[in-house]
């Protein structure tokens, strides 16, 4: 995309959630559409249409890489999304992954890259792809990866302990994975691409370690989510970084700085215009209204969503950073809350 | 005479190498694990709870003292079995059907186990139905229900529906956390106490018991 077109976006006072998954659930049969290219794709641009946007937002699925990764190992699908390695993956294993880009990809995430085509084919609308970040991708892999990131981070190496191994490993293939994924994503139109990484957050990586001069962040995080911004620039496409998770300001700077993502998506836990302050102005910062609590009439009644949605525009105007209004993460169809919840985005939309 | 004040140094320092070996040392010495316990590895763990409260210790090094705590006590729970020592209570925990998610829940879960507390660990994306069934057969008085989605967070709702239905709610103190549940939520659906963190969930334990 043209440098200024997020600018633009922003300057023109756009909002909008990621809703993709709200207009899922209006459906007959979710589940089908879900292995449907067109189907999704049709659900995608509903979306964008429906909330007034030119950029066409997927599902926020994280679970599909993983899936795709394991179909390959033999793990079926049913049970994917529990599967954990129980030791460090071999460097057979290791090499197998890597050496086999060119293989077939899983039905679900098949059905996304033909979404993101449809978009990008049928549409006038802006085909952004969706890709779960590496290190996120790793905690997924590995039943308890706290600990032992927390021990690497320490100084603890592969050699001497299978825990600090084990992530490891599951990096190279979280890295492996996620990278074929972008490039299916990219053949298949993708102009922009949506990295979630909401694992990269202070439960997983210590800021105590990192106060301390540890590289963990470097190691885990950083440097496999710019091998995937170089490939994403070669490439000509946009970087919109998204991080749900719980951060420190260094942790947002680090982000901005490092990956120089055009966009960049943080969780309602951070006050955006004092992250502004520490991200370059040419990064356009995304959100983050609590759409997370809009199940909740009492959490978050439709007052609240009104005076906040007036607050976070009227204080990033007012600092100069610009900023697009939107949700804090994917909004998520909840089926006995669903009604309140698209009323409290149509709120944010119109406050 | 064993170095004691290296196990409280191992335990508050996440070293789980170090905790075993000084659990080890002092068993042979013929301390007590009682005296262990509650003059070491207990402090130890309450310090970490406070580092945390702080901002000091954060989840990374909260886990790492759990886990220091946990390689000990797996050498002291025979013994302690042996002389009849009650835990401080018996726990369940799972995060509720649907949701596959299990950091904070096996978080809480270790911090639990460093209080002293027993705990079943059911795992992730577990039916009612097995709530039901450990309670009654580990004859548990909590139970821990998390959820990371709004989507599952209805699914703790029915989780205390069935623990009703099925006769043991009464038996039972009911906890409640996760991301996107709150105080009021926890509320709303029957639960007896809400935490926002695996160190608060220790001292909410503790509370629920003493109330019986």
């Given at each position: 995309m043209e440098p200024r077109y997020y600018l633009d976006l922003a300057a023109a006072g756009l909002r909008m959630p990621i809703g993709a998954d709200l207009v899922l659930?209006?459906?007959?049969?979710?589940?089908?559409?879900?292995?449907?290219?067109?189907?999704?794709?049709?659900?995608?641009?509903?979306?964008a249409r429906r909330y007034r946007t030119p950029l066409a937002f997927p599902l926020m699925d994280l679970r599909l890489e993983k899936a795709d990764l394991l179909e390959f190992l033999g793990v079926p699908d049913a049970e994917a999304d529990s599967y954990h390695f129980p030791a460090p993956p071999s460097k057979d294993v290791l090499e197998r992954v890597l050496g086999s880009a060119a293989r077939p990809f899983s039905r679900r995430i098949r059905a996304?890259?033909?979404?993101?085509?449809?978009?990008?084919?049928?549409?006038d609308l802006a085909p952004v792809g969706m890709l779960i970040g590496p290190f996120s991708l790793m905690t997924k892999l590995v039943a308890d990866p706290i600990a032992p990131v927390a021990m690497a981070g320490a100084g603890v190496t592969a050699a001497e302990d299978e825990g600090v191994r084990l992530v490891e490993r599951c990096l190279e293939l979280a890295l492996a994975t996620v990278l074929r994924s972008a490039r299916a994503q990219m053949e298949a139109g993708a102009k922009a691409m949506i990295v979630c990484e909401p694992a990269a957050n202070i439960v997983y990586i210590s800021p105590r370690?990192?106060?301390?001069?540890?590289?963990?962040?470097?190691?885990?995080?950083l440097g496999p989510n710019r091998a995937l911004k170089a490939l994403l620039d070669e490439h000509g496409v946009d970087l919109i970084f998204h991080d749900c998770g719980e951060l420190d300001t260094d942790m947002v700077r680090e982000f901005a700085v490092e990956l120089k993502p055009a966009v960049m998506s943080l969780g309602s836990s951070r006050t955006l215009w004092e992250d502004a302050e520490v991200v370059p102005k040419d990064i356009v910062l995304f959100g983050n209204l609590p759409t997370k609590t809009f199940y909740s009439d009492a959490a978050m009644p439709a007052g609240e969503v009104r005076r906040r949605t007036v607050e976070i525009v009227g204080r990033m105007k007012a600092c100069g950073h610009p900023h697009i209004c939107g949700s804090e993460c994917d909004v998520l169809h909840v089926a006995e809350s669903a009604q309140t919840i698209r009323d409290k985005v149509e709120v944010m939309l119109e406050a | 005479m064993p170095e004691l004040q290296k196990l409280y140094d191992a335990v508050l320092n996440g070293d789980q190498k170090t905790a075993v070996a000084a659990t080890q040392e002092a068993l042979a010495a013929g301390v007590s694990p009682m005296e262990l316990i509650t003059n070491y590895m207990v402090p130890a763990m309450d310090k970490v709870g406070s580092l945390f409260e702080c901002e000091e210790y954060f989840v990374p090094e909260l886990l790492l003292s759990a886990r220091a705590m946990k390689g000990s006590l797996e050498l002291l729970r025979p013994l302690l079995a042996a002389a009849g020592a009650e835990p401080a209570g018996r726990v369940v925990i799972g995060t509720v059907k649907g949701d596959l998610h299990d950091i904070g829940k096996n978080l809480v879960a270790s911090m639990l186990e460093g209080g002293g507390f027993e705990v079943v660990d059911l795992g992730a994306d577990v039916a009612p139905e097995k709530f039901i069934e450990a309670v009654k057969a580990r004859h548990a008085n909590i139970v821990?229900?998390?959820?990371?989605?709004?989507?599952?967070?209805?699914?703790?709702?029915?989780?205390?529906?069935?623990?009703?239905?099925?006769?043991?709610?009464?038996?039972?103190?009911?906890?409640?956390?996760?991301?996107p549940v709150t105080?009021?939520?926890?509320?709303?659906?029957?639960?007896?106490?809400?935490s926002d963190n695996a160190s608060a969930a220790v001292g909410l334990a503790r509370r629920l018991v003493r109330q019986g």
């Open positions: 659930h209006e459906q007959d049969d979710p589940a089908s559409i879900l292995l449907d290219a067109g189907a999704l794709g049709r659900v995608v641009e509903t979306a996304n890259q033909g979404a993101v085509r449809y978009i990008a084919e049928k549409t370690q990192r106060r301390s001069g540890s590289a963990i962040l470097e190691r885990f995080v | 821990c229900l998390s959820a990371l989605l709004t989507v599952t967070m209805p699914a703790m709702r029915t989780t205390i529906d069935a623990l009703k239905t099925a006769g043991v709610r009464g038996q039972v103190r009911i906890m409640v956390g996760g991301a105080e009021q939520f926890a509320a709303e659906i029957g639960a007896d106490g809400y």
